[in-house]
């Protein structure tokens, strides 16, 4: 989804320059992958806040992310001064990632530094809380969305539901994993919640980039309530499902996420300096792009592994 969605991005960016119906299909791709960020964030969160509380494992997953971190930065300031011919301002460290794409992993740094905090939050077990955590996330989403949608700033935002939209997302993966079999919603609800939700980021979207006449993104943003409501009712439909037997593509696909994502973007940086994309279709080339993207990422990724493990073997 992340990469199909960072595929969209490229295409919908070239508007108004890029014909319609390529915008049209970009959107489409949009609204349906943009669920991506928040289902991350989700999954983490139901994974790791049913752990007990263990301050030495959760030091050692900190530091792991942090050294991911400094590794990846210091890889694409090299990259991108030799093959983009870009500098970095490192005075922008703390402020803006090297790149947009490894926003999440200064994100992903902070909660895993407060996730004790996080496991003392639900380890209480109290279902009355955890839906009032539940639905004071959702209302203030709702109203921070109405607040940006009419261009009004609140400067003194609401302690941890307010300040870190994502630090929501996390505990409420942990909320309806959690209480799945509590939760007494009909399957067919958030199927239709997410088709509307989707509906409604797209054609605000639309309207809005066609009277501007260049593409808006304020409404794909995954503060939107669409955007955070959408990922809850697929995250929630994901939970209700039968577990799937082994697959091994999947678990070799999933071994290499991390390593997938990071690595996608040096590949999007080759296509995006050699190919005008407001001459290259939307409809063939979400395909291609994709596959292309996919099947480099996980290549290089499966050789990097293979040579880490050679290295450890080796040592």
Partial sequence: M?????????????????????????????GLCRISVPLFFMISGALILEQPTDYKKNNKR???????????????IV???????????????????????????????????????WQKLVSGDSKKLMKYFSVLFIAVMTVSFVLKMLKMHATYEIPLIGSSVYAGYFIMGYV?????DEIKIKKWIPAVVWVLCVT???LLTLFSSLKSRAHVESYSDFRSVFIGVAAMSVFYLCMK????????WISSISYHSFNIYMMHVFFLDIVQ??????????????????????????????????AKGKCKSFF
């Fill in 273 to 306: 300096e050699n190919i005008d994309i407001t001459k290259f279709s939307a409809w063939l080339g979400f395909p291609v792009f994709f596959v292309f993207l996919m099947s480099f990422s996980f290549a290089f990724s499966w050789l990097f592994e293979k």
């Fill in 241 to 248: 499902m039968k577990e799937p037997k082994g697959n091994k």
């Fill in 200 to 202: 409604a980021t797209n």
């Fill in 62 to 76: 900190t530091v792991n992310i942090l050294i991911k971190t400094v590794v990846w930065t210091i890889v694409f």
């Fill in 2 to 30: 992340v990469v199909l969605g960072h595929i969209s991005n490229w295409y919908m960016r070239e508007y108004p320059k890029l014909p319609m119906d390529s915008y049209i299909c970009a959107l489409l791709f949009n």
């Fill in 79 to 117: 990259w991108d001064f030799f093959y983009l011919g870009q500098r970095y301002n490192f005075r922008e460290i703390f402020a803006t990632p090297v790149r947009v794409h490894f926003w999440f992993l200064f994100v992903m740094f902070g909660i895993y530094i407060t996730i004790p905090l």
């Fill in 176 to 180: 309806i994993r959690h209480y799945i």
